[in-house]
């Protein structure tokens, strides 16, 4: 059920107890109201009828001789005139004596219990109701010669329950139109209420249905609208995390496209060269060359799947980080390049500093020599490799400079793709996979080391590696220990 | 003598190419970039170009706009093998696709079908007093019809397509039976000296011993 009509019913449930108690009360009061009105009336009229009847008879007993049925006589002649004097309305009068009607101006009566239990001196009334319609009886007693006097006078008092009947109707009636009323309002303002959640409903439909630039626009500030922000927040995540999945993905295949190519080149040329000569005969110097080429791709596809074990290798293990002294490693590193650097007569410039790191030496120092291979790539005969390290602020900066052919500006941000190669001849020539620098790209990113490249075209390259100090507050602790 | 510009940036499958393709006496143009080949391309006509995608400075795609207009088939050979690049570069324009890594047999058949398609290449091969027309698939002898089987004339041309090369067993029978070389040569053996009692060439279509056959002609 939909929260509109659930918020609308209950509402009218609550309208209507509320308004039907009041009216309830309010009719009550009112019928309660007129019918003591009416009693005091009655008992008013009564009073009259027996001041009057009284009255007369008191004139007669004044008189010398008078005998009871004297008195009855005159008792029922004065009801009689005092009934047609003074009962000019739809009152009756009814008189009893010793338990007997002697006088009736009607001929309802009321129940004998009235009048036969009431006090003398005392008063009493009962409301009876007779073929749909109400009347009073008020009942007064006195004594006459030893026996009860009643006198009894009725009234129509159905007026009373008809007002109190439309009262009711018309009550009835207009707490049937204000619940209308009220019900079209409360499903207006429920509506209003409810649109935002029926907004949000849709928004989150469309994103489940793959609508993923789906979000709510709701601007109330209240619970549904921090409810929407929430969803938003939500949805921006999901979305973000969706993106990075799928760049991922994207990244993984661009690497197995980019390795199938790489792949192909060599082995185009081995299939091709090995077809070529095992199909016809040919002049001397040109099997020479088919053969060369099949040694040289195949080399090259050799050094590619070490490149490539590798970077497999490190992309899936974590680092296991040691303190290590920067001084060690570039020392290591050098003594590692020496001999592929004096092939090409290629100086090394080490400075180094007395500063530790945390890192795995294996990594590094293969990241290292990438750098500096790529250097050496770079240089020509007789050049120069700075390979230096500074520290500051709580940082170590191991630099890889070298003054040879650069790279130019646009292949500067693509340098760390896996299989990029600025110089692809030259590259191939030497040996080159393109893995290289990607490789050391992921061994400094999991040394949390910022990586800096300048590089202009014809002066050199450089390469600037910063890592965080080993942290020696630690190395304190456990001395004090 | 027809005219191919190659157009591949690595270098040994650039000369894989050139070394093939001049065996079948067609003259080769290397070139290892895309802007050097724009250069090239604007002051010579060629009958033929193959065109590599991944190239520096131009790409294949973009040399292949350049090239249109000038009314030169072009075949591209490359690595991109993706059902999407190849629809891509035929529906660019280009005559042919061949994925790397290719078969030296299946470029020379590709290369020659465009050319034939262009009318560069004749569909005629003749060699002394022999004509095959490869479209029609017909031989002559001095005018006179020649009853060969289709693996028969399959056969003669490529023998008259390698004049003065010998041919070993093994290709042979892979080019032409299309299937794999098991070391059954008797078929090949066969049709060999069908050809001989049918053409009258028996002289020139010498047995090389221990290698395969090559059709000379010196005799």
Known sequence: MKFRYKVLIINMIVISIGLGTIGYFMILKNFNLAMNQQIENSVEENNLFQASIEYELLSLMNTDSYSKNVLLDKVVEGSENVYSNLSANSSDLCVAYDSNIIYSSTQELCNEALWSTVDVGMKNYTIEEKDGRYYIYVSSSTLLMDKKLNIINSRDITAVYDMMKQQSNYYKLLLVSVLVICSIFMYILSTLLTKPLESLQKVSESFGKGDYDARANINTKDEIGSLADTYNTMADSVVEHMDELKGMVARQEQFVADFTHELKTPMTSIIGYADTLRSREMPREQQIMAASYIFSEGQRLEAMSMKLFEFIYTKQHSISPKKLSIKKLMNTVATSVEPMLTAKNISLELITTDSFILGDQDLLKSALINLIDNGRKASKEGSTIRFTAKEENDQVTITVEDFGTGIPEEHLSKIWDAFYMVDKSRSRKEGGAGLGLSLAALIFDAHNATVDVYSKTSEGTRFAITFPLYAEEVTAHEEVD | ?219
């Open chain 2, 1 to 219: 003598m027809i005219k191919i510009l190659i157009v591949e940036d690595e270098k040994p499958i650039s000369d894989l190419i050139a070394l093939n393709l001049g065996a079948q006496g067609y003259s080769c143009t290397q070139v290892y970039d895309g802007m050097e080949a724009a250069n090239l391309l604007e002051n010579n006509t060629y009958d033929l170009v193959l065109l590599d995608i991944m190239l520096p400075n131009v790409d294949g795609y973009e040399l292949l706009e350049y090239i249109k207009p000038l009314n030169m088939p072009v075949i591209f050979i490359t690595a991109k093998a993706a059902l999407d690049d190849r629809v891509k570069g035929l529906t660019l324009g280009a005559e042919d696709y061949i994925v790397k890594p290719f078969q030296v047999v299946e470029l020379l058949a590709r290369v020659g079908v465009v050319l034939r398609r262009y009318n560069k290449a004749s569909s005629e091969l003749s060699f002394k007093n022999i004509k095959i027309n490869t479209e029609a698939k017909t031989a002559t002898r001095d005018g006179v019809p020649l009853d060969l089987t289709p693996k028969e004339l399959e056969l003669l041309a490529l023998l008259i397509r390698n004049v003065n090369i010998t041919l070993f067993r093994e290709n042979i029978y892979e080019t032409i039976w299309d299937s794999e070389y098991s070391g059954d040569t008797r078929t090949l053996d066969l049709h060999i000296q069908r050809l001989r009692k049918k053409t009258g060439l028996g002289k020139c279509l010498k047995t090389v011993y221990g290698a395969g056959y090559r059709l000379e002609d010196s005799q």
